[in-house]
T-cell receptor, first 111, second 113 residues
Framework: GEDVEQSLFLSVREGDSSVINCTYTDSSSTYLYWYKQEPGAGLQLLTYIFSNMDMKQDQRLTVLLNKKDKHLSLRIADTQTGDSAIYFCAERDTGRRALTFGSGTRLQVQP | DAGVTQSPTHLIKTRGQHVTLRCSPISGHKSVSWYQQVLGQGPQFIFQYYEKEERGRGNFPDRFSARQFPNYSSELNVNALLLGDSALYLC????????????FGPGTRLLVL
């Protein structure tokens, strides 16, 4: 079955870059997503990438996809304290409608 | 524009009771998905509905059911509640076509005592 894995925790200093990593097993994954969840809140869509792309940049966010290794990363430039949250990687293939999520990476930004 | 709305925001029930959770999608979206997020984990898919028809079902027992109304809003029903049903229940809205990017509501936090 599908599986998505993420490291549990990342701590960075304000102003540094953060890189959150994700691996997935489903070779037919078509879309890969990054969501952000703040305490007590729902999921906020940050960005997504289609599987035929290698990279996508959106302001401070850069997504890199290595389809051969089934590895996805999210880089946040100039990390701010407001970026402290849990970040979820999710994948979906064209045959399924549901998203499969990782367990989330807690990003802690220290001032 | 209003995003995805869910009600109630919080709910406390006791074991054996049933619960109904409600969701209104983004205007113009025809598909609603439900997810369960247990504390410390990622969301798990429960159901997806499109145009009032079930289009997908996750690995949840028959105590869980859902439906979608003509205005595309949706209800999730859970019968015979167990302690393990305590979770954040998230509703996601999508157009139902194309990339089907899912946009999430704030969730309903259910506590079963």
């Amino acid at each position: 079955g599908e599986d998505v894995e993420q490291s549990l925790f990342l701590s960075v200093r304000e102003g540094d870059s953060s890189v959150i990593n994700c691996t997935y097993t489903d070779s037919s994954s078509t879309y890969l997503y990054w969501y952000k969840q703040e305490p007590g809140a729902g999921l906020q869509l940050l960005t997504y990438i289609f599987s035929n792309m290698d990279m996508k940049q959106d302001q401070r966010l850069t997504v890199l996809l290595n389809k051969k290794d089934k590895h996805l990363s999210l880089r946040i430039a100039d990390t701010q304290t407001g970026d402290s949250a849990i970040y979820f990687c999710a994948e979906r293939d064209t045959g399924r409608r549901a998203l499969t999520f990782g367990s989330g990476t807690r990003l802690q930004v220290q001032p | 524009d209003a995003g995805v709305t869910q009600s109630p925001t919080h709910l406390i029930k006791t074991r054996g009771q049933h619960v109904t959770l409600r969701c209104s999608p983004i205007s113009g979206h025809k598909s609603v998905s439900w997810y369960q997020q247990v504390l410390g984990q990622g969301p798990q898919f429960i159901f997806q509905y499109y145009e009032k028809e079930e289009r997908g079902r996750g690995n949840f027992p028959d105590r869980f059911s859902a439906r979608q109304f003509p205005n595309y809003s949706s209800e999730l029903n859970v019968n015979a509640l167990l302690l393990g049903d305590s979770a954040l229940y998230l509703c996601a809205s999508s157009s139902g076509q194309g990339s089907e990017t899912q946009y999430f509501g704030p969730g309903t936090r259910l506590l079963v005592l």
